[in-house]
């Protein structure tokens, strides 16, 4: 028995539409705001653009950056939002955005709060925390400058939940999303400060733009300075040389004349045996004649 082909039916042409429908209402797409009117102080500004710096000039080619602009992670509402002070989202080159849409990007790998006098006026914590839970951000580092006991605490993202890390923990100020450590460094001007580290001491610090380049200034400085010797080194090897060589000439030049010494030596020399032998000669051809 023969197989039955089957039938294959030509694609339906679109429905002109007749008429326009009548809604109960207009449509309301949802507004994202970018910002928002906050009193920040001058402190807390430079600890977040300095974090910022730091995270940029390390990440930027591996991760997207921002700072204080609006996380959304509900599409049908702008009230779900944060706006930490650093976060950090893996994976992808930076670029710039004006709000970052979860749904759209995905949640930030890592995020950072530093708290501030301005903070006195925001929700409680607990309520940040609770809307860090839903947003997806599965680190989340609490920096508070003041707090000279417990300056950093950090949520990690656990099966839908955040949970706080143990103060005794001993990894506690690991950065797990980076790979860093985190430390509380002294600055001159804006006091403790946040800083990334690559070993749990603390040693071996992120740098900030300034020092980066404050760094690579003295290294210039050292390879000029190190380039100067050698030219001055070669210099020196240089005249060694010329010394060496006047030396070697004027030994040549020495030895040149003690030769012309010499010949002139052995030349009067056999003069005097000639003249010798001459004499002895004459008295022994006058000897002959006398006997």
């Given amino acids: 028995m023969s197989a039955i082909e089957p039938t294959v039916r030509?694609?339906?042409?679109?429905?002109?539409?007749?008429?326009?429908?009548v809604y109960s209402r207009p449509p309301e797409p949802v507004y994202f705001p970018e910002s928002e009117e906050?009193?920040?102080?001058?402190?807390?500004?430079?600890?977040?653009?300095?974090?910022?710096?730091?995270?940029?000039?390390?990440?930027?080619?591996?991760?997207?950056?921002?700072?204080?602009?609006?996380?959304?992670?509900?599409?049908?509402?702008?009230?779900?939002?944060?706006?930490?002070?650093?976060?950090?989202?893996?994976?992808?080159?930076?670029?710039?955005?004006?709000?970052?849409k979860t749904w759209l990007h995905g949640a930030p790998d890592l995020a950072v709060e530093i708290v501030s006098e301005s903070d006195e006026g925001e929700p409680d914590w607990d309520e940040k925390l609770a809307r860090y839970r839903a947003s997806g951000i599965r680190e989340v580092v609490r920096f508070h400058?003041?707090?000279?006991?417990?300056?950093?605490?950090?949520?990690?993202a656990h099966d839908g939940d955040l949970v706080e890390r143990a103060p005794d923990d001993p990894a506690?100020?690991?950065?797990?999303?980076?790979?860093l450590w985190w430390t509380v460094v002294e600055d001159p001007s804006v006091g403790a400060m946040l800083r990334l580290a690559r070993d749990r001491e603390g040693r071996e610090l992120l740098p900030t733009p300034d020092e980066a380049?404050?760094?690579?200034?003295?290294?210039?400085?050292?390879?000029?300075?190190?380039?100067?010797?050698?030219?001055?080194s070669e210099a020196k090897a240089r005249e060694s040389e010329a010394k060496?060589?006047?030396?070697?000439a004027k030994a040549r030049e020495s030895e040149a004349k003690a030769r012309e010494a010499n010949k002139k030596l052995e030349a009067e020399m056999e003069a005097l045996r000639a003249e010798l032998a001459q004499a002895k000669g004459k008295r022994r051809t006058r000897r002959r004649s006398q006997g």
């Fill in 244 to 248: 060496a060589r006047e030396s070697e």
């Fill in 145 to 156: 400058p003041d707090d000279r006991e417990r300056p950093i605490r950090v949520w990690d």
């Fill in 213 to 232: 380049e404050a760094k690579a200034r003295e290294v210039e400085a050292r390879a000029r300075e190190a380039e100067a010797k050698a030219r001055e």
């Fill in 10 to 21: 030509p694609p339906a042409a679109p429905r002109e539409r007749v008429r326009a429908h």
């Fill in 172 to 179: 506690l100020r690991a950065c797990e999303a980076l790979g």
């Fill in 38 to 100: 906050a009193p920040v102080t001058n402190r807390h500004l430079e600890l977040r653009t300095a974090l910022y710096l730091i995270l940029k000039r390390e990440l930027a080619h591996t991760a997207t950056l921002g700072s204080d602009q609006f996380v959304y992670w509900d599409p049908r509402t702008s009230k779900k939002r944060l706006a930490p002070d650093a976060f950090v989202r893996l994976g992808v080159p930076h670029r710039t955005f004006r709000t970052w």
